[in-house]
């Protein structure tokens, strides 16, 4: 059994990455969102 697929792994991880960067950003925009109902909040 060979290993000739490096491109295709390197592809994957790239994907990866792509979702892991988008789903970070996402929710710190949504974290910050909340926080600031938070600091709007009377009391």
């Not at 789903?23 to 938070?38: A, M």
Request: aromatic share 10%.
């Amino acid at each position: 059994m060979t290993w000739d697929g490096q491109q295709d792994l390197l592809r994957y991880g790239g994907a990866v990455a792509l979702v892991i960067a988008a789903l970070t950003y996402f929710l710190s925009q949504r974290s910050r969102k909340t926080k600031g109902r938070e600091d709007d909040a009377p009391g």
